[in-house]
């Protein structure tokens, strides 16, 4: 039986991949697979699909690779003869995909005031209180404090809690009602302009600003 890959893939505006036009829910066929030579390629982790497509010039959807599969050696980039597009996913989608992606990945779980570490491409997350940090293009999630490198994404839930991120992750803020339920959340994108890098937000009734270490 064939192997499907459920993977992501950033397009330009338009839905152009280099010199290639895709459409949603259309099937696609190369001759030959090579990571970073040909194919046709995506990522199996979200986020790395911002080192290639940033988010403020670029959409993104879900696709099914199959066919010749090659791997990229340095991140999850895929390279493969078919490609299926799947839906279209706004940010708030491909948050909720890398989150997914990484409840299924994370090693390290740290509970009560510790904190968890991961480095490049890895995932932590803190428990109450705790503080998350992971490397480029890893993630990281808490209930204290939440940080992570470049092209990553940080989420912290809670009451009082803050995240920071490099250029091009994604921050996700939760607060929580006393009974634990979600007030407001934000996903925002560190683009060094409107949310700058390697700062500390956090939600004030609903509003994202920033705070101190």
Known sequence: MEEIIKSYKGFNKDMTCKDKQYEVGKDYEEDKAVACECGMHACEYPLDCFKYYPPSKSVYCEVEQSGDISRH?????IASTKMHIGA??????????????????VKTTCIESKAATAGDYGAATAGYRGAAT???????????????????????????VKAKGGIGSILVIAEEENSCKISNWKAVV????????????????????????
Do not use: F, H, P
Request: charged share 30%.
């Open 88 to 105: 279209q996913l706004n940010i708030a989608g491909v948050v909720n995909a890398a989150i997914k992606y990484t409840k299924e990945k």
């Open 134 to 160: 992971a490397g480029e293009c890893g993630a990281a999630t808490s209930r204290g404090k939440s940080s992570t490198g470049e092209n990553g994404l940080s989420v912290a839930r809670g009451n009082g």
């Open 73 to 77: 050696d340095d991140d999850s980039k």
């Open 190 to 213: 560190v683009d060094g302009v409107n949310i700058k890098a390697d700062t500390w937000y956090m939600l004030k009734d609903g509003e994202l600003i920033e705070a101190e270490d």
